[in-house]
């Protein structure tokens, strides 16, 4: 575990041909020098203390270049005799603003040395701190997270549990394959932050009934008369086909992500699906075990049980059920219609909350200089009027405050012969011409992203598609562009990969469509809520949720079905219904309360916006299907019970399927 790398930086993730990913290569290896990607402000500095601070900067080890007023302007002439606008985007109220391009290998060290240096006298902002932030919080919040989530955790078990030491061992069995899972993702190479914060706390919520389906059905056995050994070879019989339809309809659900261009998804999926699988092992090789030799203690840590009957409730709920489904359903069509209109965030502007110290500082430098999206354009030098004109064209746009170029910052009087290999370097390389454009936009709005689309323009009219673009403010146009694309695909990839398996589970048409629709329901309304709050929503966490939340929490509405149907045989569809709330309402709320507080509690505790939102999300989806599955399914069930006997394969009829 502790040498699986850990990737901080979602822009990583692109796909391989999409412009901003191609920009980033020919950029590296065309230019040497970084692009800025950290914002330092100075405040109540002279011009000449700027300049010795400008050095100061430079000398840190991984910054590897420092951008100020003096690279644009020549400062030793009177600034009332420059442009205005260009000067007050590097020096405003006796202030300075600095644009260091720094190692992202070593953004903690830098963010480290300047605040030792400068103290609170800077204010910092950018991609760098971002990714120092995210990479410091992270490390510690992982750990933090399961401080809270085991110790609840296990409260749930022995509440529902009938031996004080059986939760002892789901914890051990759940957590070796946590273990194994978290270690064998070396293999894969490296992971996703996003990953790495979710994947045990996920695995864990996600798995843990299939330990608790074994040993009740162990318990069950065993107060037959069976002995030990007998009693767990039958309960491996019975459980374990339950148990890997739960787990297949899982694992599918998180192997949709792995559909996804955008290749987050693949990396999120393929832990979680490879977490299912060692939990699917650990609980049929190893739980097995475990309790044998341990089932002494079992029987000396027992206890009755502690939570209450459901009898009373599964009577109610089949008296109420069909016209509270439309309720249910007055609830979906809104939400459904609006979970597509949410206002969603593509890229890492959603990582900080709005109390966060990187966004109290970010806010500040953006309150004296503007909203600033520093931008790079690569064409083909060798045309200088090509250059000049693209110049003029981008100096035209609104939102651009400030350009390095060649034909603005040298001139095109100037030939190159006339500047030294260092001067000419910051302006053409590599058979290139590069323009540094800042720009008064966020790195990810309408405006930002149709400035994206100008620029493009403008640059297409003179090269065509020889050229390359890139910034946070790009990455985040085709970062918006490639998720979009995934959305149906995965989707509708899930959808069917989880109708397939309820179809041979339960050799079924109708089932599968309506168990879908039971489980899909809980996810549209779990998603459509920000729209109803007026609260952004990050489009990663939108796709994940789609898939998540309908692959780890469809066995609520497996178990009941399967209930249903075997009661089915044997006495009306009503009573079916009641007997199958009665009988497995404790067993959906169990696995339920675990994956609600698990994700509530990474949803609370997280300071990083991706995660907090996907942990709360997912809680709350809990929380929605184990509600659709004991109150709107029960209702679907009794409602299309004739279309269901006729479309339902293999099963024995009984003289109450036609009532």
Known sequence: MPFVKINYNLSDYLPANVPSTLAIDVVNKSFPEKIPNLSVYIPEVSIPEALSNKEQLANIPGVHSVLWLDDVLDIYQPLQSMDIDTVEAWYKDEGALFMLAGETEKCVAIIEEITDIYGDNAVLSGELLNQATIQSLSTGEVSQIMYYVVPLVLIVLLLTTSSWFEPILFLITIGIAILLNEGTNIFIGEVSYVTQSTSAVLQLAVSMDYAVFLLHSFSKYRNEGNTVETAMKKAMAESSSAIAASATTTVFGFLALALMKFQLGPNLGLVLAKGILFSFLSVMLLLPILAIYTTKLMDKTHHRSLIPSFKGFGRVVVRICIPLSFVFILLIVPNFLAQKNNDFIYGSSGIHSED???????????????????????VPDGDVVKE????????????????????????????????????????????????????????????????????????????????????????????????????PFVNGAAVFAIG??????????????????????????NLGLPYFTESSLNYIGFLIISSVQLGATVDYGILFTHHYMKNRKSVKKREAARLAISNTAASILT?????????????????????????????????????????????????????????????????????
């Open 356 to 378: 966060s110290q990187f966004r109290k500082d970010t806010d500040y430098i953006n309150a004296i200089f503007g909203e600033r999206q520093q931008m790079v354009l690569l």
């Open 388 to 487: 000049e004109a693209v110049s003029k064209s981008l100096e035209h746009i609104a939102n651009i405050n400030s350009i390095i170029s060649y034909p603005l910052t040298v001139g095109t009087e100037i030939p190159p012969e006339f500047l030294s290999d260092k001067q000419l370097s910051q302006f053409r390389s590599g058979g290139y011409s590069r323009f540094i454009l800042y720009a008064e936009t966020a790195a990810e709005d309408e405006e930002a992203f149709t400035l994206v689309e100008t620029v493009r323009e403008i640059a297409a009219q003179y090269y065509g598609e020889n050229y390359y673009l890139l910034g946070q403010n790009v990455i985040n146009y085709d970062l918006k562009d490639t998720i979009i694309k995934d959305a």
């Open 500 to 525: 397939f398996v309820l179809f041979i589970t339960f050799r079924s048409i109708s089932l599968p469509l309506i168990l879908l629709l039971t489980i899909k329901g809980a996810v549209w309304i």
């Open 591 to 659: 696995p339920a309360s675990i994956l609600a507080i698990s994700c509530l509690i990474l949803g609370f505790i997280s300071s990083n916006g991706i995660i907090s939102e996907l942990g709360i999300m997912l809680g709350r989806g809990a929380i929605l299907s184990s509600l659709m599955v004991l109150h709107f399914l029960p209702a679907l069930l009794i409602i299309f019970d004739p279309i269901i006997q006729k479309t339902t394969l293999m099963r024995r009829r009984s003289t109450h399927e036609k009532i």
